[in-house]
């Protein structure tokens, strides 16, 4: 750990939870380099749906590379990016009925993020955004200013995130925002700028696996359109399959005017992103937003091999279904076995968790299931919520044993809860 402690900032995270040399990871399955396994929960934030050295995908980047294929070409033509391209249209945009020019960032999800604020300022000249509570949209400044977590907010100089109107998510302390929103934006004396825009995750993942329901955002959709506002949705973690569907939003059946994706959307965790947007929004002028990596051909050969492989059929979205009931069952009983532990279920598909009573509670629960191998973060405004996150290909049975792994962590939290209380 020498090396680390002395060379590394201070504002690595992840490493301080997982305090471990890992070598070589497979599937589900991480090990380090003294030869311990653990089944990975985490699975890059969501970057590893399809998990860690998927064999197909990492064929397909071998043959790639073999052949000399383009590794670096800024934004010209590719081979890869065309069939990226071409397989992009064909299994996901034509089956869906979305009609998408596709823009590459830089290859982060906050880049893309960047990317889509600015497109949606340009196209309507207005330079107001609303973002909503409990949203995270990444930590570069634009990103940040519409993100609501005060630990990554005060990374950033004191004054330097505007351009923001925050609004209640739905939930949010009982407030309808929407109603807020709508009041507002028909109020002559609200103070309140009519907005470019406005930013959401339809499940927020950071913020606690805050699930929008259809119903709202459907009204969202028909404010935005009825006050010529361009809604965004952020389905950089929730996109991909993570909630059950490719895209978060398809079960509200709305169509927002720009989507960024990012993490899983490169398919082997290599780094990819884009912006999805309708084709009259495309207003840019060549190298208006730039970036000397939007263009990494290696993550379109495997982006495109993972939407063949596994989204030409149902296939997955009925494995994800069936994983989804598997969670929900154990977090159930959980629940149902320790109240004084837990408020109960949250999220969706298999982006999904359990909101502890505080982040203590959370704290435990991940640092057992470490010590027992098994690989789990806490998110939400208190780091409440204990996340499942383990890649969407997981077998049953692996799914199992990270379930009881959880389950004995909970029952040793609670034992060590209930020592303490008496």
Not at 25 to 47: I, K, P
Not at 63 to 71: C, E, Q
Not at 134 to 140: E, I, L, Q
Not at 283 to 289: A, I, N, R
Request: proline share 3%.
């Amino acid at each position: 750990m020498d090396i680390f402690n002395k060379q590394e900032s201070k504002v690595r995270s992840y490493s301080n939870s997982f305090p471990v040399v890992f070598k070589k990871a497979q599937g589900c399955w991480l090990e380090t380099d003294q030869g311990e396994r653990y089944l990975d929960f985490l699975a890059g934030a969501g970057s590893l749906n399809y998990g860690h050295n998927n064999a197909q995908l990492k064929q397909a980047l071998i043959d790639y590379i073999a052949a000399d294929g383009i590794t670096h070409g800024l934004d010209m033509h590719s081979e890869a990016k065309a069939h990226f391209l071409q397989v992009l249209q064909r299994v996901i945009l034509e089956p869906r009925n979305l009609n998408y020019k596709v823009q590459f960032t830089g290859p982060t999800g906050t880049n893309a993020v960047e990317a889509a604020l600015k497109l949606a300022k340009k196209v309507k000249g207005r330079s107001s955004v609303v973002a909503f509570t409990n949203g995270f949209h990444g930590c570069t400044s634009g990103a940040l200013a519409a993100t609501g977590n005060k630990h990554h907010r005060q990374g950033a100089p004191e004054g330097s995130l505007s351009g923001i109107t925050r609004i209640p998510y739905e939930g949010y302390a009982g407030v309808d925002g929407l109603g807020l929103f709508e009041t507002m934006l028909n109020d002559n004396s609200a103070g309140f700028d009519k907005p470019a825009a406005v930013l959401l995750e339809t499940v927020q993942g950071e913020g606690g696996l805050n699930v929008a329901s259809n119903q709202w955002l459907q009204r969202l959709s028909k404010i935005c359109k009825a006050n010529d506002i361009l809604m965004i949705v952020d389905d950089i973690q929730a996109g991909c399959g993570r909630t059950g569907t490719f895209f978060s939003f398809e079960p509200a059946g709305i169509q927002p005017d720009i989507v960024t994706l990012s993490k899983s959307i490169g398919g082997y965790g290599l780094p990819m992103a884009v912006v999805l947007l309708k084709p009259e929004l495309d207003v840019w002028k060549p190298g208006e937003h730039n970036g000397t990596f939007r263009g990494n051909n290696h993550a379109f050969v495997t982006a495109a091999a993972a939407l063949e492989l596994y989204w030409s059929t149902d296939a997955l979205e009925t494995h994800i279904a069936n994983c989804s009931a598997r969670v929900s069952q154990k977090i159930e009983q959980q629940v149902k076995r320790y109240p004084e532990l837990f408020v109960g279920l949250k999220g969706r598909g298999m982006m999904i968790g359990i909101e502890c009573q505080n982040g203590a509670i959370a704290s435990d629960i991940s640092r057992v299931c470490f010590e027992k191998g098994m690989v789990i973060e806490t998110a939400g405004p208190n780091d409440e919520v204990v996340k499942f996150f383990c890649p969407l290909t997981i077998t049953e049975a692996e799914l199992d044993q990270g379930l009881s792994i959880f389950a004995q962590a909970v029952e040793a939290t609670a034992e060590k809860l209930f020592k303490k209380a008496s």
